[in-house]
């Protein structure tokens, strides 16, 4: 399983990003994605999750109401819609697919595979 994530870029807060990350393999489908972020000098926070099928999400509380999770399994691929942009948002954004099980997790050792991370800086 490969997962390439992109999307980052420098943003004014306020403003807009959309994030995606594409999956190779064919149990995409099958599998609860997540979104994490690294700021730098922090460890790694968890962002956002959807399940399998897309008919759940979980968010972290410093981005519910701004952020959308949401998938394409026809196409292999998760989204992040980031709107509302805070400085605070700055960091390297990394998509990751669950171990298994289908509820929601904020913990990096549930999931196993990682992209490589795309950056968001927000500037103010």
């Known amino acids: 399983v490969q997962l390439q994530a992109s999307g980052g870029g420098l943003v004014q807060a306020g403003g807009s990003l959309r994030l995606s990350c594409a999956a190779s393999?064919?149990?995409?489908?099958?599998?609860?994605m997540g979104w994490f972020r690294q700021a730098p000098g922090k460890e790694r926070e968890f962002v956002a999750f959807?399940?399998?099928?897309?008919?759940?999400?979980s968010y972290a509380d410093s981005v519910k109401g701004r952020f959308t999770i949401s998938r394409d399994n026809a196409k292999n691929t998760v989204f992040l819609q980031m709107n509302s942009l805070k400085p605070e948002d700055t960091a390297v954004y990394y998509c990751?697919?669950?171990?298994?099980?289908?509820?929601?997790?904020?913990?990096?050792?549930?999931?196993?595979?990682w992209g490589q991370g795309t950056l968001v800086t927000v500037s103010s």
């Open positions: 959807i399940s399998s099928s897309g008919g759940s999400t």
């Open positions: 393999g064919r149990t995409f489908s099958n599998s609860g």
């Open positions: 990751a697919r669950r171990r298994s099980g289908s509820y929601p997790t904020p913990y990096r050792g549930d999931y196993n595979y």
